[in-house]
RNA sequence: UCCCCGAUAGCUCAAUCGGCAGAGCGAGCGACUGUUAAUCGCUAGGUUGUUGGUUCGAUUCCAACUCGGGGAGCCA
């Protein structure tokens, strides 16, 4: 007797297995139970038939409630009238431990509740995919780096200062000396690449701008590739052959999850490389013609980013920013030195920028001045310009946004859905 | 910080012109041998977010507050 799991069922069609989970629903008509038992790997019905189960089991699955912890054990079948196309003939049935009034019923609920709920919504059927999906995106951009030879390396948590100097940091007391949480691992990241030559950081980022958007978090996780000798038109061949073999990885791995989401992956499939390639000036060309009322010279909004993407059928690679606008450690563009040479990927349907990255400034003096310039204070990054006084080399990076990534991918309106826990400006419980 | 919207049973929502607080689901009990959010019958379930105002009378109109949702800005 073994313990099986749902998503191996039809390894097993003519044995009979042993199945723990918890009910997930219950039918129940007269002297048939029909007991949907799902395990985190699927959803399996099990039929109990009175007269050919202990008749004190019968009675007792006869008010089971939802999301009661059982272990069953009995005959599979392959039977067409069974979702998932498997069934099991029940034979004997242990209530591991009895739930009543479980809070999340089969319909629909408002966010505020499930948002109050998340510790027991995460077990719904979608939320289940969803948590899978996010699982297979991270293994598929682990797996793309290690094969090509990228070492993780990842940043600290903890910063004395601010990398970028602009957003909104989270304080935290650090044995009487005032420590933040990172907004970016970059700079560590320009770091790493400098020892090891093409490096990635993975990990949880934290931002205390209170933006109230379906596409922020305070707390999200960013992966922050940062390669030595680069420019620029590399870490964009990168980042459009990571989405690229990222979408196609999930699209493999996981489409029965998809197809829970409702994902239509049509649209999945025609993301290869290349990427279409605008320059911000043309971007600006394209939103006049639009009238989206973007003004040159600013950020894209997000109705812009949308209006762009519309204009093509994979991610939109836009280059060549105003520096005004970007971080000082970008690097300018040197036929255009008002243009940094940077790159922002916007994905497609709306869901925006999912990745934003540059080649950064490599010269010593240029850096000094933009540090001067934003009015940092320069001692924060004297280890920083250490990488530029000691072997400075052309290098670039990228930052991508895990949830945005997850939530395009498998078509979540909301990017606090692609996370297990949210945290977002109202709301940092369960 | 700004703009818009919302709060009524455990959940999702309704309540006409300001006039007795309603339904479905869930829960409890009962019926049913193929259900797919099963169906059918019965029962219980309410300080209408809080405070104040207008009124003979407020779930309904007004104000403030609290909590939440969507968006802007900022960003991934």
């Known amino acids: 007797m073994q313990h099986v799991y749902v998503e191996n069922l039809r390894d097993h069609v003519g044995s009979v297995v042993t199945l723990k989970g918890w009910l997930y629903n219950r039918r129940s008509k007269g002297k048939i139970h029909f007991l949907q038992l799902r395990d985190g790997t699927g959803i399996v019905q099990v039929v109990m038939v009175a007269g050919q189960v202990p008749q004190e089991q019968f009675e007792a699955a006869s008010s089971l409630g939802q999301e009661s912890s059982i272990i069953v054990r009995g005959l599979v079948k392959?039977?067409?009238r069974a979702?998932?196309?498997?069934?099991?003939?029940?034979?004997?049935?242990?209530?591991v431990s009895p739930a009543h009034d479980y809070p999340i019923q089969k319909k629909e609920h408002g966010p505020d509740?499930?948002?109050?709920?998340?510790?027991?919504?995460?077990r719904s059927r979608k939320q289940v995919a969803l948590m899978r999906v996010r699982s297979a995106v991270i293994f598929a951009l682990r797996s793309f780096f290690?094969?090509?030879?990228?070492?993780?390396?990842?940043?600290?948590?903890?910063t004395p200062n601010a990398c970028e100097g602009t957003s909104t940091l989270f304080a935290v007391d650090y044995f009487e000396e005032t420590a933040y949480l990172t907004q970016s691992g970059q700079l560590y990241g320009e770091a790493g690449?400098?020892?090891?030559?093409?490096?990635?950081?993975?990990?949880?980022?934290?931002?205390?701008?209170?933006?109230?958007?379906r596409r922020h978090?305070?707390?999200?996780?960013m992966l922050e590739p940062e390669v030595a000798y680069a420019d620029l038109n590399d870490i964009m061949r990168l980042a459009e052959d990571m989405?690229?073999?990222?979408?196609?990885?999930?699209?493999?791995?996981?489409?029965p999850e998809l197809e829970i989401l409702e994902r239509d992956t049509s649209s999945l499939k025609r993301v290869q490389a290349p990427f279409p390639r605008v320059t911000y000036d043309e971007a600006a060309k394209i939103l006049a013609e639009e009238g989206t009322g973007f003004v040159y010279g600013n950020d894209l909004g997000a109705p812009d980013e949308t209006a762009i993407s519309k204009r093509f059928d994979r991610p939109v690679m836009v280059t060549h920013w105003p520096a005004d606008i970007k971080a000082f450690y970008m690097k300018r563009d040197?036929?255009?030195?008002?243009k940094v040479l940077g790159c922002d990927v916007i994905a497609p349907d709306g869901y925006g920028e999912i990745i934003g990255g540059s080649q950064r400034e490599d010269d010593l003096a240029l850096l000094e001045q933009r540090i001067a310039h934003e009015k940092l204070p320069k001692e924060a990054f004297e280890w920083y310009l250490d990488l530029r006084r000691y072997g400075s080399v052309p290098h670039a990076g990228f930052g991508l946004g895990l949830e945005r990534l997850v939530a395009w991918i498998s078509g979540t309106e909301h990017v606090r859905e692609c996370i297990p826990f949210p945290r977002t400006i109202y709301r940092m419980r369960p």
């Not at 989405?243 to 489409?255: I, K, P, T, W, Y």
């Open 78 to 80: 392959e039977d067409a």
């Open 83 to 95: 979702q998932g196309g498997y069934e099991i003939d029940g034979q004997d049935l242990v209530i």
């Open 113 to 122: 509740f499930l948002l109050d709920h998340r510790h027991l919504w995460l």
């Open 146 to 158: 290690d094969r090509r030879g990228f070492v993780n390396m990842d940043a600290p948590i903890f």
């Open 193 to 213: 690449a400098m020892a090891l030559g093409k490096i990635y950081t993975f990990g949880p980022t934290f931002r205390a701008e209170k933006s109230k958007t």
């Open 217 to 221: 978090l305070t707390e999200f996780w």
């Open 243 to 255: 989405l690229s073999e990222v979408v196609a990885e999930v699209l493999a791995r996981r489409a």
């Open 334 to 338: 040197p036929a255009d030195p008002t």
